[in-house]
């Protein structure tokens, strides 16, 4: 597919705007249910200790902090919601992204909980599939809530920029 700047500034904002929604969600869950949420530092350690050839902690808590992790797993959070963003685009097309569909969006969505299963989680020393955590069952039912969420997100903020930009 050829990515056009139309695409390009679709692509980002609906991966934006989807991350977005599922931050909303985790504030929600913290603040009136006292439901414990991802913390980006954790993230931005991870990937800081990657320049050191290490991609799997046991467990991130206890290997040494990096400077900016937070920043760096804000940042990190938020470039893959803009490139999966682009890749529903580069999967379902510019007609997909001027006239989107509620479907294509919620499989994406539901598909890229693949990542944090298989390559965050281990990474942060939880297991494959958050099989090391006290609780795998309802890691794994929040991470799949989460990313169904992201690929709501992802239809709404398409449908919305389709609705202001309809060409």
């Not at 985790?26 to 931005?44: C, E, H, I, K, N």
């Not at 990657?50 to 991130?60: D, E, L, N, Q, S």
């Not at 069952?137 to 991470?143: C, T, V, Y």
């Amino acid at each position: 597919m050829n990515f056009t700047p139309e695409l390009l500034l679709r692509g980002a904002a609906i991966g934006i705007g989807a991350t977005v929604l599922i931050d909303l969600w985790a504030l929600l869950q913290r603040r009136a249910f006292s439901v414990p949420t991802l913390d980006w530092a954790l993230v931005g350690r991870w990937i800081g200790h990657f320049r050191h050839g290490r991609f799997v902690h046991a467990p991130i808590g206890a290997s040494a902090p990096v400077r900016g992790e937070r920043a760096l797993g804000w940042l990190a959070h938020y470039a893959i919601g803009v490139a999966f963003g682009a890749a529903l685009l580069a999967l379902c097309g510019a007609a997909w992204a001027r006239q989107p569909t509620l479907w294509p969006a919620l499989a994406f969505g539901l598909a890229t909980v693949a990542f944090p299963f298989l390559l965050m989680q281990p990474g942060l020393g939880a297991g494959l599939a958050a099989a090391k955590t006290p609780k795998p069952w309802l890691a794994r039912r929040r991470s799949l809530i989460t990313h169904g969420l992201f690929g709501l997100g992802l239809y709404l903020c398409a449908w919305l920029l389709a609705a202001l930009m309809p060409r």
